[in-house]
Structures are given as C-alpha cells and as structure tokens.
C-alpha cells in the first residue's frame, strides 16, 4: 500500500484477484447528436451486440432490435426521451447477434459545443454479464488484511453506485476500477471524490442518476486535495 492510502495499480490486481474478479468486463463508448438523431458506437459496443466494427449504421430501431424483450418498452421509453434531449442512463439487457444476453450498465452525460450549448449525450456501455457469488469477497479479509483500512472509502463508494444504478457490490467495484485505469487516477482518490461530492447529487433537482452520471465520469478532473491523503 502507498504511504498516503491509495491503491497502485499491482494492488487493485491483487484486490481483484482476492475477490474473485475474472477477465476485464468490455466497455465502449457512444454518442449521439440530437439536431441529426445520429448514433455513435465505438468498436466495443460494435462487439457487444454482436457487429464487427463499423459494419453496420447504428439507429434508434437498431439499439431498440437488441433490447431484451422484458426491458424493451421501458427503454423504448428512455431512448425516445434522449432523442428529445434528455439524459441516457439505464441498466438493462441486450441480445448480441448471437442469441447471447448480456446486462449492461450505461453511464452518460451532456455533450455540449465550444459555447457550452447541449448538442448530445456521450458516454459508456459497460458489460456486467460476467457476476460471482457474493461469498467469495471474504477471500479479502483472508488473504488481503492490509488492503482494509482502504476499503472503508471503497465500500461508500460502491454503495452509492449500488443505490443509484441497481448493481450488486462486485459490479459497483468493477465500475469504479474501470474509471480509475480510463482516467489514470488511483482507486481511492476517485472514490473519496464521488464520496465528496455526493451532497451536491442529493440536492440537484435534475435527479440522482443523472446527476451521478456526472459525478462520476467527471470526478478526475477535481484540482481539490483530497482530505487526509494529499492531491493525486
């Protein structure tokens, strides 16, 4: 462990190992404009329904094609409303090409021009198929007892990604380590920043998993020390 509390990339491998976390869940990215209804899918997200990279034009009835048959109209729904301007946020189930059904977790936010005008929403599509037994998180007590005292911080971090997103505790962490590597900040740092600033996404009328959305693909770029274990 690093003298100021955080976890090095070694001991988030060895924390994922002790936990029992498998092979790197996928994530890819995505973008829509809303003035040309236009949908963006990086290769990952290609993949995950089933589609070689830019093999085919992904639309509104494409996304809606994929959808699990018991979560179609409630993302019907959500799409409808990100075609209108709103956010895009949701955990649900998609179908790849395959017959394969994958959960998913999709994290978005405001896509906004040089004069800080709405033009769209950007974010990530996280693949959450691959879940364990919750018992095989004891492994951590056993094998890892000096990664305890940084996981207090961890664990509120994951428990608010839990309340807002639906997820269980291994999906939460897997959310939280994938921000930590894409945005090169330790795991602790980021979780101490969306710890932070939870208060401001309880009080914002926008809602609590919009306003997450936020916190969470943006909490790398706060300049504020973190208290009690220095700046990143």
Same mark, same amino acid.
């Given at each position: 462990? +690093?003298?100021?509390?955080? @976890? /090095?990339?070694?001991?988030?491998v060895e924390l994922e190992r002790a936990i029992g976390v498998g092979s790197p869940q996928e994530i890819g990215s995505f973008r829509f404009w809303f003035a040309t209804k236009r949908w963006e899918w990086s290769a990952e997200v290609?993949?995950?329904?089933?589609?070689?990279?830019?093999?085919? #034009?992904?639309?509104?009835?494409?996304?809606?094609?994929?959808?699990?048959?018991?979560?179609?109209?409630? $993302?019907?729904?959500?799409?409808?409303?990100?075609?209108?301007?709103?956010?895009?946020? /949701? %955990?649900? !189930?998609?179908?790849?090409?395959?017959?394969?059904?994958?959960?998913?977790?999709?994290?978005?936010?405001?896509?906004?021009?040089?004069?800080?005008?709405?033009?769209?929403?950007?974010?990530?599509?996280?693949?959450?198929?691959?879940?364990?037994? #919750?018992? !095989?998180? #004891?492994?951590?007590?056993?094998?890892?007892?000096? $990664?305890?005292?940084? %996981?207090?911080?961890?664990?509120?971090?994951?428990?608010?990604?839990?309340?807002?997103?639906?997820?269980? =505790?291994?999906?939460?962490?897997?959310? $939280?380590?994938?921000?930590?590597?894409?945005?090169?900040?330790?795991?602790?740092?980021?979780?101490?920043?969306?710890?932070?600033? @939870?208060?401001?996404? =309880?009080?914002?009328?926008?809602?609590? !998993?919009? %306003? @997450?959305?936020?916190?969470?693909? +943006?909490?790398?770029?706060?300049?504020?020390?973190?208290?009690?274990?220095? /700046? %990143?």
């Amino acid at each position: 462990m +690093t003298n100021d509390g955080d @976890l /090095s990339t070694d001991e988030v491998v060895e924390l994922e190992r002790a936990i029992g976390v498998g092979s790197p869940q996928e994530i890819g990215s995505f973008r829509f404009w809303f003035a040309t209804k236009r949908w963006e899918w990086s290769a990952e997200v290609a993949r995950l329904h089933g589609y070689e990279p830019d093999a085919v #034009e992904p639309t509104t009835e494409l996304l809606l094609s994929h959808k699990h048959p018991e979560d179609r109209d409630r $993302l019907e729904a959500m799409i409808t409303s990100v075609e209108d301007g709103g956010p895009f946020s /949701s %955990r649900h !189930r998609i179908i790849d090409t395959g017959g394969r059904v994958h959960e998913v977790m999709v994290v978005s936010d405001r896509m906004t021009d040089d004069n800080g005008d709405v033009i769209g929403t950007w974010g990530y599509y996280v693949d959450l198929t691959d879940t364990l037994a #919750e018992c !095989r998180r #004891e492994t951590l007590d056993d094998t890892l007892p000096q $990664l305890v005292e940084a %996981r207090d911080v961890i664990e509120q971090a994951k428990g608010a990604l839990m309340l807002a997103y639906g997820i269980n =505790a291994e999906q939460a962490f897997r959310v $939280l380590k994938w921000r930590s590597q894409d945005t090169n900040t330790k795991l602790r740092t980021l979780a101490v920043r969306v710890i932070t600033g @939870l208060p401001t996404v =309880a009080r914002d009328e926008i809602g609590l !998993r919009t %306003r @997450l959305d936020h916190l969470l693909l +943006t909490a790398h770029e706060s300049n504020e020390p973190v208290a009690g274990h220095g /700046s %990143r």
